[in-house]
């Protein structure tokens, strides 16, 4: 990993020695400040105060600082001392929704919103559309601070869409109706501007998703996409802030994707119960999606996640945080099949495929911008682990046991289509 980090030879509780510095190029003397102290920082009050006294020292002398020697003791070189009072001016707390939408594209980039619970809509801007989203929720205190030289702006992490799409077709805005063009730091909101706001929303034009199908990119999470980043222009040489969007878009190609999102639209979706007789199952609904210009052929789903196998039958396997009890559950994967009954499948966490083509679809046709005429079909299926099996009242090594444990998976679903002109 290339990065501008010079490591020290040691450090203590009150800084690091021995930092060798590399030839050629500027050098600023920075240190790295941990994650404890960024800790530090936001449990204090906005308007406090705190003063460090800060110790630079720098010589030419190729001294050993692993065995105990100090920049300071040389015959040569400069020691600076300096007392530094900071004031906290404010504190901006990103709030991570956990919403999750899919967003179908077709061959032209024109985006059909799916399951979901993100704050989108399609939208024209000026000569261009596609759909806007709030992809950023905040809250900024501030002891009155004014500043403009702290810029925010969209990022979008992959080169290559970077450099296929014009500035308009992604921008981003305060407020939903005024936007700015997204061009690497050109264009931004201040600090200033954040203190009116609580959000950040992003347009994707339809040229820009049909660069991704240009391109290839397909079945992506917006995560992964694009960032935003913060810029301190008064110390440029600090970099920039990376983070992530509050809520998720799962962008897939109309043509021919499946897709399976959870019935809740989040992306982690979690229960916890008790163990026992007539205790409640752990119960996960979701909704898978086809879209092809035919219903698929096949659709098949299968459940991954820690498992072992007793007695010739697979379950999935909770275990207690110092792993020394593991615990076997059951669990079933169910769904309504076209003729009104109900399908259920042993699932336990096996990786194993299970066909659920006969399911019910509830069928959507689609007509292509080209006249081309498709389908988007779904249905729910239903995730289920049994609390009250005695089975799981003792481990895998037939222990009986008490406290608490916990696993995690995931869902997988696959489909194909046959003979498609």
Request: with cysteine; charged share 15%; net charge negative.
């Amino acid at each position: 990993m290339t990065t501008s980090l010079i490591l020290p030879q040691t450090t203590d509780a009150s800084g690091f020695y021995g930092a060798t510095v590399t030839s050629g190029g500027a050098k600023w003397m920075h240190g790295m400040l941990s994650d404890a102290f960024y800790q530090y920082l936001q449990q204090m009050p906005v308007g406090s105060s705190f003063t460090m006294t800060i110790n630079a020292c720098q010589t030419s002398v190729n001294y050993d600082a692993s065995s105990g020697a100090r920049c300071k003791d040389q015959a040569s070189g400069n020691w600076y001392v300096r007392n530094v009072t900071h004031t906290k001016a404010a504190n901006l707390r990103l709030i991570n929704t956990h919403s999750l939408a899919e967003v179908f594209i077709n061959s032209d980039g024109v985006p059909t919103l799916g399951e979901g619970n993100a704050d989108c809509r399609t939208q024209t801007i000026g000569s261009r559309s596609g759909l806007s989203c709030k992809m950023v929720n905040y809250t900024l205190q501030t002891n009155g601070l004014s500043n403009t030289s702290i810029h925010i702006f969209p990022a979008i992490a992959n080169s290559s869409l970077a450099s296929a799409v014009g500035a308009y077709d992604m921008q981003f805005s305060l407020n939903g109706s005024s936007w700015k063009p997204v061009s690497n730091t050109a264009y931004y909101y201040t600090f200033n501007e954040m203190k009116s706001a609580d959000s950040i929303y992003v347009f994707f034009s339809s040229n820009f998703f049909k660069q991704m199908v240009n391109l290839g990119i397909s079945d992506i999470n917006t995560k992964d996409l694009f960032n935003f980043r913060f810029q301190n222009t008064t110390s440029p040489e600090s970099g920039w802030y990376e983070f992530s969007t509050s809520n998720t878009l799962i962008i897939k190609p109309r043509d021919f994707s499946i897709s399976i999102i959870s019935d809740e639209y989040t992306q982690t979706p979690s229960r916890e119960g008790y163990v026992g007789s007539g205790e409640s199952a752990l119960d996960f609904g979701y909704i898978v999606t086809t879209s092809g210009k035919t219903a698929a052929d096949e659709v098949l789903i299968k459940v991954t996640g820690p498992a072992q196998v007793i007695g010739g039958r697979s379950y999935c396997v909770f275990s207690s945080d110092d792993g020394k009890a593991k615990v076997p559950f059951p669990a079933t994967l169910s769904f309504i099949a076209r003729n009104g009954a109900t399908k259920t499948y042993d699932a336990g966490c096996d990786d194993s495929w299970r066909d659920m083509t006969d399911a019910l679809w509830l069928t959507t046709p689609w007509t292509d911008i080209s006249g081309e005429v498709g389908q988007m079909d779904k249905t729910t299926v239903k995730f289920s682990i049994p609390m009250d099996n005695a089975i799981s009242l003792r481990t895998v090594d037939d222990n009986g046991w008490f406290g608490e444990v916990s696993a995690s998976g995931e869902i997988h679903v696959q489909a194909t289509w046959r003979n498609i002109n």
